[in-house]
């Protein structure tokens, strides 16, 4: 049974730093694609970055220059960076991985499982 539990998040001050990780268990799959999603309070969830087990990333705009998505592949753990926080990224964070097609890693494909998210607040 696929299981994914992420965490790290927290409270922190706009221009600090945090990082997210999301441990995967219940697999043997060697390739696979991974991803970061976040949904703040009366909004739609959005794609935050993806990865796939070839190293191929995805950043949201948003985003980039600021998060760096990486995957320890031998230990099934997917991490998020995310440096020089804004209040605009406060929104609770969710893991998701899948398997078929894993060399097809934006946000807009199919993720089968989904962490339990853990919750980013940036305050002004």
């Known amino acids: 049974q696929v299981q994914l539990a992420d965490s790290g998040g927290g409270s922190v001050q706009a221009g600090g730093s945090l990082r997210l990780s999301c441990a995967g268990s219940?697999?043997?799959?060697?390739?696979?694609?991974m991803g970061w999603f976040r949904q703040a309070p009366g909004k739609q969830r959005e794609g935050v970055a993806t990865i796939n087990t070839d190293g191929r990333t995805v950043y949201r705009d948003s985003v980039k220059g600021r998060f760096t998505i990486s995957l320890d592949n031998g230990k099934n753990i997917l991490y998020l960076q995310m440096n020089s926080l804004k209040p605009e990224d406060t929104a609770m964070y969710y893991c998701?991985?899948?398997?078929?097609?894993?060399?097809?890693?934006?946000?807009?494909?199919?993720?089968?499982?989904w962490g339990q998210g853990t919750q980013v607040t940036v305050s002004s």
């Open positions: 219940g697999y043997t799959y060697r390739n696979y694609c």
């Open positions: 998701a991985a899948d398997f078929p097609q894993w060399d097809l890693c934006g946000f807009s494909r199919s993720f089968g499982y």
